[in-house]
């Protein structure tokens, strides 16, 4: 049985053209993780609204997060290690500890460092401007994340070019594949996708 999928934006939620509305709109059984505020993110109100959604999935979900989005997982993780999740695939994490950060996400530091009791793979990109690859590299290492570069793709989302991404979904079933295990071994991947 396939598991549910559950679709978290980040920061502003994803627009039309992005990867994640366009996977929603092709795949009418997924549910999007709806924020109540998606300009003025506060973290307790995010985490609380993403445990509703995992509760209410009929079975483990996956979990497909972008940006902020990537972070409210770790943070709802952290508070959760018994959580009901076959997986997660973590986009582009915004780093809300940056000194750039806008003030919008500063609430979500400190960036959760827990591992995630689950299957999971960090996609990230060589010149994100929201995530250094090295800030990548140690919280791939913190989650117990397979890390997949991502090559020189921005923040991968609408405006680094990025709309349907068939490479985003072959990451996807990669992780729908190895959901079974509850201990993935961590390490690089490459290519863009």
């Known amino acids: 049985m396939t598991p549910p999928v559950l679709i978290i934006p980040g920061w502003n939620d994803s627009g039309p053209g992005h990867w994640q509305t366009l996977w929603e709109r092709a795949n009418p059984g997924w549910t999007r993780v709806e924020q109540a505020d998606w300009d003025h993110p506060d ?18 979900p996956l979990l497909v997060a972008h940006s902020l989005g990537a972070l409210a997982v770790a943070a709802w993780a952290a508070a959760r290690p018994d959580a009901r999740v076959a997986g997660a695939l973590l986009v582009a994490p915004a780093d809300v500890e940056r000194a750039d950060a806008p ?32 800030r990548a590299e140690a919280l791939a290492a913190a989650w117990g994340a397979r890390l997949h570069d991502a090559g020189l793709a921005g923040h991968l989302n609408a405006d680094a070019g990025f709309g349907p991404w068939p490479g985003g979904e072959r990451l996807l079933a990669e992780l729908a594949s190895e959901s079974t295990t509850q201990d993935p071994a961590p390490g690089p991947t490459g290519g863009r996708g």
Do not use: C, G, N, Y
């Not at 973290?43 to 483990?60: C, H, N, Q, S």
């Not at 609430?107 to 999971?120: C, D, G, I, K, N």
């Open 43 to 60: 973290p307790a109100e995010w985490i609380a609204t993403l445990d509703r959604a995992v509760k209410a999935a009929a079975a483990a």
């Open 103 to 134: 003030a919008e996400l500063r609430p979500f530091a400190p960036v959760p460092m827990e591992r995630l009791p689950f299957p999971s793979i960090l996609v990230a990109s060589r010149d994100d401007p929201h995530l250094a690859w090295s």
